[in-house]
T-cell receptor, first 111, second 111 residues
């Protein structure tokens, strides 16, 4: 699985959009970008995933660059409950490929 | 609620003892993954089972073992426990072609 690089931390104001970057320059053509988050020692929570097209769901949007070497997770209106460690993971789809967690990025949402 | 159930939530035991952690996957999910999260190591992949068979193995100690039963629930057995085994242990499950969902974990404290 390709490796990812995330800044260690960032913060944003409550109600503003949080844009979390991720670099994955060695991603291969059939690898997907997944985002998970972990809120204070709870189980990691799936957010979104994508291959090359931008994706949106009720939690977030995922923007993947055309060359697929980087992506951005967007939380459109961050709340205090979005304070968490966010993990960007590149992997093949399906059950044959496991999730390999790095250190992630700690997002702090301030009032 | 992810649909993945882990028991017990908390476990305190003495060094040298043996414990069993249990995971019930989401209905219909054939894959089960086990992860360990200690303070200084982040989320580490231990082992994966798919429909009763071991599919992938990470840095799992020889003192640790796992199995997946015909009803698809899984157990992680930890023996000859050491202080350093104190950690959060997470189970995740996934279906064919779907993302993985995590349980809320078992917090193991070895004293």
């Amino acid at each position: 699985d390709a490796k990812t690089t995330q800044p260690p931390s960032m913060d944003c104001a409550e109600g503003r959009a949080a844009n979390l970057p991720c670099n994955h320059s060695t991603i291969s053509g059939n690898e997907y970008v997944y985002w998970y988050r972990q809120i204070h020692s709870q189980g990691p929570q799936y957010i979104i995933h994508g291959l090359k097209n931008n994706e949106t769901n009720e939690m977030a949007s995922l923007i993947i660059t055309e060359d697929r070497k980087s992506s951005t997770l967007i939380l459109p209106h961050a709340t205090l409950r979005d304070t968490a460690v966010y993990y960007c993971i590149v992997k093949l789809p399906g059950a044959n490929s496991k999730l390999t967690f790095g250190k992630g990025i700690t997002l702090s949402v301030r009032p | 609620d992810s649909g993945v159930t882990q028991t017990p939530k908390h476990l305190i035991t003495a060094t040298g003892q043996r414990v069993t952690l249990r995971c019930s996957p989401r209905s219909g999910d054939l894959s089960v993954y086990w992860y360990q999260q200690s303070l200084d190591q982040g989320l580490q992949f231990l082992i994966q089972y798919y429909n009763g068979e071991e599919r992938a193995k990470g840095n799992i100690l020889e003192r640790f073992s796992a199995q997946q039963f015909p009803d698809l629930h899984s157990e992680l057995n930890l023996s000859s426990l050491e202080l350093g085994d104190s950690a959060l242990y997470f189970c995740a499950s996934s279906g064919v072609g779907s993302e993985a969902f995590f349980g809320q974990g078992t917090r193991l404290t070895v004293v």
